[in-house]
């Protein structure tokens, strides 16, 4: 069972999480900077205020990043706007089509056409948007799942795909779970295999220990420079 309260540290809006685990943990999440501690119940809160002082340095740097970091403008789903389907920037065009239904299709010239009924309005659209993500996502990360378990030697995950603020993807190795976030379907394919990686990598070590960075390094060369760029990339409001 979790608890959760906010505190005061050093100038700092902290949320606390009391969970069943061995360590303490910090986090900085964007697109704000929220700082997470999550703690076992036996360390007193004294305790987690000196870690978090400790670590002062590298959560003002993180929380530097994200206020530096990109922001989607805010999506109006009309004609000229740009949409990116893993990695590609696309030109919106929105046409009407008198149907009942929205259909969605990336063309040669650069350009996504989404066809609409009369009189859609923007809420309309950007459902039918990520419901079309979605499907993308769906049919780029079966393939690839199925291969990294192969490659890690795992039992193939249940995997799903939702919507995240805080995370590219999660897991629960003791249910054989795996989540994307939808966002991914925007970011470049190296980016998704990266972070599918990463995730069933936990079913080889659930904590980011030895065992775990060399599962990254032996499969993929390359993945902090992947996994750098791919936070450098905007971020959904």
């Known amino acids: 069972m ?32 929220r700082v997470r501690v999550a ?8 305790a987690v205020r000196v870690a978090v002082v400790t670590r002062l340095g590298w959560i003002k740097k993180k929380q530097r ?3 530096g970091q990109a922001r989607q403008p805010q999506r109006l789903y009309v ?4 949409h990116f389907v893993f990695g590609k920037p696309l030109r919106l065009l929105v046409q009407p089509n008198g149907k009942s239904r929205c259909a969605i299709q990336p063309d ?15 809420d309309q659209k950007a459902h039918w948007m ?9 049919t780029k990360a079966a393939p690839r799942i199925a ?36 966002d991914l379907a925007k970011k470049p394919l190296a980016a998704l295999d990266y972070v599918i990686l990463h995730e069933l990598a936990h079913f080889v070590s659930p ?31």
Request: charged share 25%; aromatic share 8%.
């Open 65 to 67: 990043e994200f206020e």
């Open 207 to 237: 904590r980011h220990d030895e065992l775990f960075l060399n599962t990254l390094d032996r499969n993929m060369p390359g993945w902090r420079q992947i996994r750098s760029e791919l936070n450098a990339l905007p971020l959904s409001d």
């Open 147 to 182: 291969k990294w378990s192969d490659r890690l030697g795992v039992a193939m995950p249940r995997w799903g795909i939702r919507q995240m603020k805080t995370k590219w993807g999660s897991c629960n190795p003791e249910k054989g779970l795996v989540w994307l976030n939808l």
């Open 39 to 46: 703690a076992p119940p036996a360390i007193s809160e004294d």
């Open 130 to 138: 990520a419901t079309w993500y979605r499907s993308q996502l769906r």
């Open 79 to 82: 004609s000229g706007e740009t």
């Open 2 to 33: 979790m608890n959760t309260e906010v505190i005061e540290i050093a100038g700092l809006s902290v949320e606390l999480v009391r969970k069943p685990i061995k360590n303490l943990h910090i986090g900085v999440y964007p697109p704000a900077g």
């Open 108 to 122: 040669a010239s650069d350009r996504l056409t989404m066809a609409v009924p009369e009189g859609s309005t923007t």
